[in-house]
C-alpha cells in the first residue's frame, strides 16, 4: 500500500515545481543557511541524529533547512528513522508505518521495510500500525526534504510516537532508542526527531524555556531533557522522540551535538506575543 499525503497544500506546496520553489526559498532565504546543498557521498558521515522542526515551510522550513543542510554536505544516508509526535491520537502508541512508498509532490520515498521489521523484532513497543500516520504532519513534512536531497535513493522508516505518562515514556525512549540502534547496525543511517519547541507563548518565554530544552539536547541528555520540559511545564510535542532520538544515537556511538539554528515563528511574522519555537540540532560521534 502506498500513503497519500494529507497535508500538501497546508504544509507544504501540493505540486512538484512550486515545492522545489519553496524547499530552495528555505535555504536562501534570511533565516535559512544562505545556500543551496551539494548532495555529496562520502564514507564516513558523521551526522547519526538531527533535530527538524516540522511546521509549514513558511515558519520553520529554514531551520529544518540548516539541518539538511548539514547532512548533505557531510554526505546522504541511504536510511532515514524519522519520528515524531502523533498530533491525532490515532492508532497504536509507538506506531511503525511499513506501507511500501509514501506519495509526496517529489515522487515515491519507499519505507526501509527491513529495518522497519528489524525495529520492531527487538522493541516490547513498537507496533505495525499505518493508521497513526493518515493524518500526521510531523512526519510527512520531513519526506520532501530528504527527496530534494536525495530524490528516491533515501529510504524512510517513520514512527508516530503518542503522548504517554512518565513512567511509560521512560520505558518508551530506553527500548526503542536500543531497538533503534541494533536495527541501524552497521547501515548507512540517520535518526531524525521532528519536533516544535514551545507553543504560544511570547518570544521571551519561549526563548528562556528553548534555551532549557537545547542544553539538555546538545548534551545528549534524553533524561535531562524529559525532566526540564515536565518540570517547566514546556510545550515541546516532540519530546519523546527527541528523547527516542538521543537514545538512538548514543547507542549508535554519538558523544556530541551542536545547534545549528533556533528562531520562532515570532522572527517570520514580527508577532512576538505567540510565537512557537523552532530549532535544528545535529548529533555527531
Same mark, same amino acid.
Given at each position: 500500500m502506498a500513503r497519500r499525503p494529507a497535508v500538501a497544500g497546508m504544509f507544504y506546496e501540493a505540486d512538484e515545481k512550486s515545492l522545489r520553489e519553496s524547499i530552495e526559498r528555505c535555504f536562501l532565504g534570511m533565516l535559512g543557511p544562505g545556500r543551496l546543498p551539494a548532495s555529496t557521498r562520502k564514507d564516513?558521515?558523521?551526522?547519526?541524529?538531527?533535530?527538524?522542526?516540522?511546521?509549514?515551510?513558511?515558519?520553520?522550513?529554514?531551520?529544518?533547512?540548516?539541518?539538511?543542510?548539514?547532512?548533505? /554536505?557531510e554526505g546522504l544516508p541511504e536510511i532515514a528513522v524519522i519520528l515524531g509526535p502523533n498530533h491525532h491520537g490515532l492508532g497504536e502508541p509507538v506506531a511503525v508505518a511499513t506501507d511500501s512508498t509514501w506519495i509526496t509532490p517529489l515522487g515515491n520515498a519507499r519505507v526501509d521495510t527491513e529495518t522497519a521489521d528489524a525495529i520492531l523484532e527487538h522493541s516490547h513497543y513498537a507496533r505495525e500500525d499505518n493508521l497513526?500516520?493518515?493524518? /500526521?504532519?510531523?512526519?510527512?513534512?520531513?519526506?520532501?526534504?530528504?527527496?530534494?536531497?536525495?530524490?528516491?535513493?533515501?529510504r524512510i522508516v517513520p514512527i508516530a510516537l503518542a503522548h504517554m505518562g512518565p513512567t511509560s515514556t521512560r520505558a518508551v525512549v530506553s527500548d526503542l532508542g536500543s531497538s533503534i540502534a541494533k536495527a541501524l547496525a552497521n547501515k548507512n543511517a540517520v535518526v531524525i526527531a521532528s519536533t516544535d519547541l514551545t507553543h504560544y507563548e511570547s518570544k521571551a518565554a519561549a526563548q528562556t524555556k528553548d534555551a532549557l530544552v537545547l542544553e539538555r539536547i546538545v548534551n545528549l541528555d534524553p533524561e535531562g531533557l524529559l525532566r526540564v520540559v515536565e518540570q517547566n511545564s514546556i510545550s515541546m510535542c516532540g519530546v519523546v522522540g527527541t528523547a527516542v532520538t538521543i537514545e538512538a544515537c548514543k547507542n549508535l556511538g554519538a558523544s556530541s551535538a551542536r545547534k545549528l539554528a533556533y528562531y520562532t515563528s515570532g522572527d517570520v511574522t514580527g508577532d512576538t506575543k505567540q510565537v512557537v519555537g523552532y530549532a535544528a540540532v545535529a548529533v555527531t560521534p
Open positions: 564516513e558521515r558523521k551526522i547519526i541524529g538531527l533535530v527538524c522542526p516540522h511546521a509549514g515551510y513558511i515558519y520553520s522550513g529554514a531551520a529544518a533547512a540548516h539541518s539538511y543542510l548539514a547532512l548533505a /554536505e497513526a500516520h493518515v493524518r /500526521e504532519h510531523s512526519l510527512e513534512v520531513q519526506v520532501p526534504l530528504l527527496q530534494y536531497l536525495g530524490g528516491d535513493s533515501i
